[in-house]
């Protein structure tokens, strides 16, 4: 099973750990175009601040972020596990797993990214700010610039199994599962169910939707459980308590499309 998580906006220091080896991150393929935006962003957030912090989105408060970027070269590394942080990653707890979840963790989740593309949770990166949806004065919108080298790096990753996408919009579409991979590939969305007058009403609510995905990850993890494909997922799932509507593809080449209802917000 693999499982692609979106990123965290926030991330933990990266404190003083030996600086990034680009050379030992996953999904090597990946090489060429990480070092393209790596060092884009570098010079940019080195040479103006200003101008960098327009590029990035970045609030006035924000504004350590670029200084953050300029020293990515000397910066410390840590496990990306340990680099995102947020709501989703929050949920999932790695750090409370027991060693057999860990490991499994460790081989299946893949958090996408808009500097590294897509990284294991156990690659050493340090701490950045960069979104998928930044547009960078040389190399251009970085969703599009993944698409090509993601291309053959996430099936080759995928192999012969399950992929559980939990990305959000922005970073699904730096990578679409297509053919035979996007058949044994599910989404999930969470909705929230509640009686109004008598009547079933249902909503997305984003805070708790990234709580919830980060829930059923770990409970994944935690029950070592190894679906091979959605509908024995969606099983899965069923059996850790969740409740799970699934819609099968209508035609081959599509993925299947879960909605996971929950009735409590917490």
Request: proline share 6%; with cysteine; hydrophobic share 45%.
């Amino acid at each position: 099973m693999l499982v692609l998580l979106p990123p965290s906006e926030g991330k933990a220091a990266s404190g003083r750990g030996a600086p990034l080896k680009p050379e030992s991150l996953s999904l090597p393929s990946l090489g060429a175009a990480r070092e393209a935006v790596f060092d884009e962003l570098v010079e940019l957030c080195a040479a103006d601040e200003d101008k960098a912090r327009e590029v990035l989105g970045l609030s006035e408060g924000l504004r350590g972020e670029v200084a953050k970027n300029a020293g990515l070269r000397t910066a410390g590394a840590r496990p990306a596990g340990e680099i995102y942080t947020g709501v989703l990653y929050d949920a999932l707890d790695l750090a409370s797993l027991d060693p057999a979840a860990k490991r499994r963790a460790g081989r299946s989740l893949l958090v996408f990214s808009g500097l590294w593309g897509a990284v294991h949770i156990g690659d050493r990166i340090p701490s950045y700010r960069c979104s998928m949806g930044v547009k960078l004065p040389g190399i251009g919108a970085l969703g599009a610039h993944w698409r090509t080298p993601m291309e053959s790096a996430l099936p080759e990753a995928a192999g012969g199994g399950l992929v559980l996408d939990l990305r959000s919009a922005a970073y699904a579409a730096a990578w679409k599962p297509k053919g035979e991979v996007a058949g044994r590939t599910a989404t999930v969305r969470v909705l929230h169910s509640q009686i109004v007058h008598g009547v079933e009403k249902r909503s997305v609510v984003s805070h708790f939707n990234k709580a919830t995905k980060g829930k059923i990850v770990r409970s994944l993890l935690a029950a070592g459980t190894a679906p091979k494909d959605p509908a024995e997922l969606v099983e899965a799932l069923r059996d850790l308590g969740y409740a799970v509507e699934a819609q099968a593809p209508a035609k081959a080449g599509k993925a299947w499309a879960l909605d996971v209802v929950v009735t409590e917000i917490h």
